[in-house]
Nanobody, 126 residues
């Protein structure tokens, strides 16, 4: 599976950005896709994930109510709408894909994902 993320950039606090991730090579048995981020000097952390078949989503508490993840099954693409951005959202955002389905409660575990995109930088200025 290959993933191509896009949509990062520089935005002022309170602004919005939309990230997209196009996947190639996923199959009919593929599992969830997720977004993770890594800020300078910090460990990678979970942002959001979507169950490919049900459309159910899971969000980190820090982005809940501000970020919305969606998927376009026909285009094999996931999107992340980010609103009310804060300086602490500044990070490199990575999309990830898992080859097999997994329990909803485990979808936020980075170590369960098989493929990762190249990352896209989001910078939020204060």
């Amino acid at each position: 599976v290959q993933l191509q993320a896009s949509g990062g950039g520089l935005v002022q606090a309170g602004g919005s950005l939309r990230l997209s991730c196009a996947a190639s090579g996923r199959t009919s048995s593929s599992g969830p896709m997720g977004w993770f981020r890594q800020a300078p000097g910090k460990e990678r952390e979970f942002v959001s994930v979507i169950d490919w078949w049900s459309g159910n989503t899971l969000y980190a508490d820090s982005v809940k109510g501000r970020f919305t993840m969606s998927r376009d099954k026909a285009k094999n693409t996931v999107n992340l709408e980010m609103n009310s951005l804060k300086p602490e959202d500044t990070a490199v955002y990575y999309c990830a894909s898992r080859n097999r389905r997994v329990n909803t409660s485990s979808m936020n575990r980075a170590e369960l994902y098989d493929s990762w995109g190249q990352g896209t930088l989001v910078t939020v200025s204060s």
